[in-house]
Nanobody, 121 residues
Framework: QVQLVESGGGLVQPGGSLRLSCAASGSIFSINVMGWYRQAPGPQRELVASITRGGSINYADSVKGRFTISRDNAKNTVYLQMNSLKPEDTAVYYC???????????????WGQGTQITVSS
């Protein structure tokens, strides 16, 4: 089994910054794509940013220029540096990882438990 543990959420004023971390542990052979998603009240969960093992990055248009995703493959950890935060960034943020648990095993997606980000004055 694989666990993803997130940290770094909280309350921040508009224009402020936060850094999220997500560490994967357990039965891990390798991790392909790692990413951050967010869900405001409602059913839709949207992609915020993703990064491949080789470092290819994708951002949602709404966060380009403000958020930076990075990862440490040796630590199986992904980070999200969030700057110039806006009230509309308020949501529960989830990390996701595409994990291969062994040689010739299929990839499976795992999710973190979610961390609340509230941007408010």
């Amino acid at each position: 089994q694989v666990q993803l543990v997130e940290s770094g959420g909280g309350l921040v004023q508009p224009g402020g910054s936060l850094r999220l971390s997500c560490a994967a542990s357990g039965s891990i052979f390798s991790i392909n794509v790692m990413g951050w998603y967010r869900q405001a009240p409602g059913p839709q969960r949207e992609l915020v940013a993703s990064i491949t093992r080789g470092g290819s990055i994708n951002y949602a248009d709404s966060v380009k220029g403000r958020f930076t995703i990075s990862r440490d493959n040796a630590k199986n950890t992904v980070y999200l540096q969030m700057n110039s935060l806006k009230p509309e960034d308020t949501a529960v943020y989830y990390c996701k990882a595409g994990v291969i648990s062994g040689l010739y095993r299929p990839e499976s997606d795992y999710w973190g438990q979610g961390t609340q980000i509230t941007v408010s004055s």
